[in-house]
């Protein structure tokens, strides 16, 4: 599935200089173009969003029951934490059981989808990425497909947690057309957090870097005219 005409010797030798490397044409043309399309319309995202510290997440069900008040308080919180520079709001996908229905296609491609999960994480992909970062402490990779419509965000942090055995993030990019205004760039800083540079979402483009960059996204415009979708996640190694 990754694209075999990638110069990994060269992508090494990029990476080597900042810890950090965008990878166009990661993927096979082909798979990149069913996971954008499956991401579309086949995936159940649930919103993700952090209240008081703490994670929380609601399906699309649990939304739709919630009163007007309610959803206005959980937003107020949420825009409340993010204006101190805490938290984040998006819509994301883990790995979950499939549940049979009437929409057998959705199942395939809902199915193909948890192929790429496994597949992220196989030995194909992980003797490549310990090529190219240099880390061959690599073991295994924690994905999840994301989706950012207007309004969502993701604020400055790092990704380094004990225990967690995190070594470089990954944004493996399915976004088509995003133009730079509609905001959802991923953002790096200095540790000052002086903003240092952003890369705008692109299609087919893995962006890996060391969970030592400081980052965030970009709050998305209520103008954007299309999701930023993305398959996120770490590579990661036993602590």
Known sequence: MINPA????TLAKEFKTDKRLM???????????????????NVPFSMHYVIDGKYQSKTPEEIAKLSPQ???????KVSSAASQGIGF???????????????????????????IFDYISSEEVL????????????????????????????????DVIAGSGRRFAFVLGLTKDWHPDWGGL?????????PRDAWA???????????SHIHSVTYVTPYAAAPRLSLTGWFVAKD
């Open 23 to 41: 990878v166009p044409n990661f993927m096979q043309q082909s798979i990149a173009e069913r996971m954008h399309n499956a991401c579309l319309k």
């Open 70 to 76: 309610d959803a206005r308080d959980i937003n107020n």
């Open 201 to 211: 979402p692109q299609f087919n483009v893995l962006s890996i870097f060391d969970v």
């Open 89 to 115: 709001l998006y819509e994301g996908y883990l790995k979950r059981r499939i549940n049979t229905g009437p929409n057998k296609q959705s199942n395939v491609e809902l199915s193909f989808l948890h192929q």
């Open 186 to 194: 991923l953002q790096f800083y200095e540790k000052d957090g002086t």
């Open 6 to 9: 990638l110069d990994i010797k």
């Open 127 to 158: 003797s490549k990425i310990r090529q190219i970062t240099g880390c061959q402490e690599i073991t295994g990779a924690e994905t999840q497909y994301t989706r950012f419509t207007p309004g969502h965000f993701l604020t400055r942090h790092l």
